[in-house]
């Protein structure tokens, strides 16, 4: 399931862009990722590239040719904090950078001579040496910019969207909605999965609460809909979901836990409006999905992630009771360097979640706890080390965080910069202002070998002796 070939009928429709209504054909899609293989080529190796990419057609056309091409593509999103961004580019000095609009700055790289709008390359060639296999890096900590990245090849990529078309049976009929960034690893799926079986993409970046996202969802008759936890609550709340969407059959949650009282709700408006709904389980080091819950399941299934996507294995460890995914989906291992884009496959298609679970009689799992320190909201995984880190650096204090996928917390031993910390995190990392909580403690906890203690400090960061909001 090659599906970054394109190799679908050419005159049928292959991406429809939301606001002007341009249709593009799988011909003109092959034409043009074909034109910009050709410029990511030209370097005369393996390349290593980053594409700051947003829900348009210019950066579909990029990520294809990248795949065609045979480079390493980091897929970044083209929102994402210039300090942040900075960084990325500093530690890994791709080869070239891709940006749609206004290209950035960055020390060393010049405008591509070669014709193509936002393209940067090198001024100075360089020495790279990049595994044969490796195809596509995606961050694992949302909009975090932290420089450890997911390696994945393009048969993991070409996997899971096999495995998407199967539980979902999708066919060339369908007509999703881009309403995720393609650069977080669910987003991508939509769009891979979709490609896979020629069904034209439609391209927005409005966001799920505007008018102008639903009015392009009627007047192009899409009929599918992929959301977090978050877009989930918001549109039951507002309830555009039982006004809008009169082509919608199939619509899908991942991104995190969805609370027990809104898939019940979800489950019933399915029903009455005769649409699909999946609530499904996966990470980005598994290229995207890892379970899901069959619709005919979901009402005597409710709290459950389901059962493994075709083609994957679920199982328990015995002994930390950890879930382990086995599939060819998983990822070869992690980057956080350049010098690690040249190893190898390091999982052997086994990928230890970090999540606790537990499995019922009829073989459906439960995530019951985490083993790693990180949150999920927004759909975006949120690596509390990385926050620390970022801004510690960045408002020069010393700060812990926890918290639960609803809220971030923030532990400071001063009040003198709590206005200051929360304006860095919410600006950062692109986080409304009442998901982030910045407390003051008279001291931060710590173990007998003098490190943080996380535990200690979460059960006490509820009756805090400051609050900053």
């Keep these: 399931m090659e599906f970054w070939k394109v190799q679908h009928p050419g005159d049928a429709p292959a991406a429809i862009e939301a606001r002007s209504g341009r249709v593009w054909t799988h011909e003109e899609l092959h034409r043009d990722v074909a034109r910009v293989h050709e410029a990511f080529s030209r370097l005369g190796r393996k390349s ?26 980091i897929l970044g999103d083209a929102g994402l904090n210039s300090e942040l961004l900075a960084e990325l580019v500093g530690t890994y000095e791709p080869d070239w950078v891709m940006a749609e609009q206004a290209s950035p700055s960055f020390d060393g790289y010049r405008q591509s001579s070669c014709g193509i709008p936002g ?6 060639k360089q020495e790279l040496e990049i595994h044969p296999d490796l195809a596509l890096l995606l961050t694992t900590s949302g909009s975090t910019g932290s420089p450890k990245l997911v390696r994945l090849t393009r048969g993991n990529l070409a996997a899971n969207a096999r495995s998407i078309v199967e539980y979902l ?22 769009i891979n999965s979709h490609l896979a079986v020629g069904a034209p993409l439609v391209l927005t970046e409005d966001g799920v609460l505007q008018r102008e996202f639903w009015d392009t969802l009627d007047r192009h008759g899409c009929t599918s809909f992929a959301g977090v936890p978050y877009t989930y609550q918001m549109l039951l709340q507002t309830g555009l979901l039982g006004k809008r969407g009169s082509k919608l059959k199939t619509l899908t949650q991942a ?3 969805l609370d027990e009282r809104c ?3 979800m489950y019933e408006l399915a029903v009455r409006r005769g649409w699909r709904f999946f609530v499904m389980y996966g990470q980005t080091e598994a290229t995207a999905r890892i379970s899901y819950v069959p619709f005919d399941r979901l009402v005597d299934k409710i709290g459950s992630v389901g059962v ?8 328990i460890d015995e002994v930390t009771d950890e879930l382990v995914y086995r599939g060819p989906n998983v990822m070869m291992g992690y980057a956080e360097c350049q010098a690690d884009l040249a190893k190898g496959d390091e999982q052997n298609g086994v990928l230890w979640t970090g999540d606790l679970a537990r499995v019922d009689e009829d073989g459906f799992f439960y995530i019951t706890g985490r083993l790693k320190r990180f949150l999920k909201m927004f759909g975006k995984r949120f690596n509390l080390d990385d926050v620390e880190k970022v801004i510690a650096r960045h408002c020069n204090v010393t700060i812990a965080c926890c918290g639960r996928d609803d809220l971030l917390m923030a532990a400071l031993e001063s009040a003198t910069n709590c ?5 860095a995190i919410c600006e950062t990392f692109d986080l409304p202002r009442p998901a982030v909580k910045v407390v003051v403690v008279p001291e931060l906890p710590r173990t007998p070998n003098g490190k ?5 400090l979460a059960e006490g960061m509820w009756q805090p002796t400051v609050a900053a909001s």
Excluded: F, H, W
């Design 419 to 423: 206005d200051a910390v929360q304006r």
């Design 263 to 265: 898939i019940r709700q």
């Design 169 to 190: 049976q999708l066919t060339s009929e369908e007509r999703p909605i881009t309403s995720l960034p393609m650069s977080y690893s669910y987003g991508l799926s939509v």
């Design 48 to 73: 290593l590239g980053l594409l700051m990419s947003r829900n348009r057609y210019e950066s579909l056309v990029a990520y294809l040719a990248a795949l065609n091409d045979g480079c390493a593509l």
């Design 255 to 257: 991104g995190g836990r």
């Design 119 to 124: 393209l940067l390359e090198r001024e100075r």
């Design 308 to 315: 493994a996507i075709p083609g994957g294995a679920v199982s």
């Design 452 to 456: 943080l203690d996380y535990k200690r």
